[in-house]
């Protein structure tokens, strides 16, 4: 923590450098969050219809929603299914696209990318498609396994 923030805390009554504390956090987390995940925000029709032909594999699977982001962490893909969350890696030799595929109630599905989308593009991002959507079907599998995994 800084100097400031700590001799602001240090002055500070007990409840009010909980509540500093706390809202400190928040705009850190809901701040720094909403802007990495500004980035993304586009909708494409031209990728949706792209991925439209395996959206009633991916709802049978019980995934809700598929969020990539640029390949800098371990476990970039975060796959949100009806049994909780999952992530795993980029797949070798497939470069990095952000987007996010979104599955409606109605087995439809919607697809956002980044702002630096252009149609030259198209083709990375069905390589990533290619490559995550089969990944995504399995994790939601293993997901749902652990889920309905009876406990003792």
Same mark, same amino acid.
């Given at each position: ?37 500004a980035a ?10 792209? /991925? %439209?032909?395996?959206? !009633?594999?991916?709802?049978? =699977?019980?995934?809700?929603?598929? &969020? @990539? $982001? ?40 919607e697809v ?13 991002? /069905? %390589?990533?498609?290619? !490559?995550?959507?089969?990944? =995504?079907?399995?994790?939601?599998? &293993? @997901? $749902? ?8």
């Amino acid at each position: 923590m800084s100097k400031l923030l700590l001799k602001y805390l240090n002055g500070a009554p007990r409840m009010r450098a909980y509540t500093s504390t706390t809202a400190l956090c928040a705009f850190l987390v809901l701040g720094f969050g909403s802007a990495a995940s500004a980035a993304v925000e586009t909708y494409e029709p031209g990728l949706s219809k792209l /991925v %439209a032909p395996q959206a !009633a594999q991916l709802k049978a =699977a019980g995934i809700k929603s598929i &969020l @990539t $982001r640029t390949g800098k962490h371990r476990r970039d893909i975060q796959l949100q299914t009806q049994w909780g969350p999952a992530y795993f890696p980029w797949p070798k030799n497939v470069t990095p696209a952000l987007f996010e595929i979104y599955i409606a109630n109605n087995g439809t599905a919607e697809v956002y990318t980044d702002e630096n989308y252009k149609d030259s593009t198209q083709a990375r991002y /069905v %390589a990533a498609f290619n !490559a995550i959507i089969p990944e =995504a079907v399995r994790q939601a599998q &293993l @997901t $749902r396994a652990a889920a309905e995994k009876p406990r003792h």
